[in-house]
């Protein structure tokens, strides 16, 4: 399996002052090999039918996938997004029958994401708080989180967002959604705001716009700034360092 993605290699970061055009391109070229590793990933997984492929890696293939992706995480974390694409694309590439693959595929998925345009707003069903007006994602920067109420890392993780309304002198807004899942239903959801004081925009939204963020699991959050994502992960994940980063001029 190795030998199918040998010739996958690290992309070189661009260096010294070249121009605008070929830092574009060579961005272009990360993105593409990335997403090109992603679906070969998730073709094998969807073959084999497990994560991993199905494949047994040997103990060193693993360590070293771990190492990488650890390295992944810690440039997503500073926002040194090409840096975490160089190490996935190197993870994926010669060690995509580990398990830890499977965790790069999803990391993979959420960095495909920055950068891109969040295209139309979300398509309400119904306001808990807020309204039409908490809608303008192309203006400004705001924080979406996607939950549920039954979820009880959701239930953690969304009153720590009441509050919050600037970054470094820059005003944020807060937009949580939910699609009423499982056992979550207005009124429960309603009474779970009520009780934790939260009053930020909370909608159920129609899923079209968890579908375009991606999400495969909650709770997640997605960074807006005019109209473009500048971050996709965990809520939790977003603390003061990380936040300074995403906002940096």
């Not at 272009?28 to 890696?57: C, F, H, K, Y």
């Not at 309304?165 to 499982?182: H, M």
């Not at 079209?208 to 699991?217: C, L, M, N, S, T």
């Amino acid at each position: 399996m190795r030998r199918l993605f040998g010739w996958i290699g690290l992309v070189l970061l661009v260096m010294g002052l070249g121009s605008c055009r070929a830092h574009r391109a060579q961005h272009a070229e990360t993105d593409a090999q990335l997403a090109a590793l992603t679906a070969r990933v998730a073709a094998l997984e969807s073959a084999q039918g497990r994560p991993g492929g199905g494949a047994t890696a040997s103990p060193f293939d693993e360590e070293r996938a771990r190492v990488l992706y650890q390295q992944g995480k810690d440039a997503t974390d500073r926002a040194e997004f090409d840096e975490a694409k160089l190490a996935l694309n190197e993870l994926m590439g010669l060690y995509p029958t580990t398990r830890t693959a499977t965790q790069a595929l999803r990391m993979s998925q959420e960095l495909a994401l920055i950068g891109q345009p969040v295209g139309a707003p979300p398509g309400i069903l119904q306001w808990f708080s807020g309204g039409p007006d908490d809608l303008h994602l192309d203006q400004g920067v705001t924080l979406i989180v996607f939950f549920e109420q039954w979820c009880p890392h959701c239930q953690r993780e969304l009153p720590k967002l009441q509050g919050l309304t600037e970054v470094a002198g820059q005003p944020v807004e807060v937009l949580a959604l939910t699609r009423l899942t499982k056992t979550s239903t207005a009124q429960n959801t309603a009474e779970f705001l009520l009780q934790n004081g939260i009053t930020y925009a909370v909608a159920q939204e129609d899923g079209v716009f968890y579908e375009r963020a991606q999400v495969a699991g909650i709770p997640a959050a997605m960074v807006v700034r005019d109209g473009v994502m500048l971050w996709r992960g965990h809520p939790a994940l977003l603390n003061e360092q990380l936040w300074l980063a995403l906002l940096k001029p």
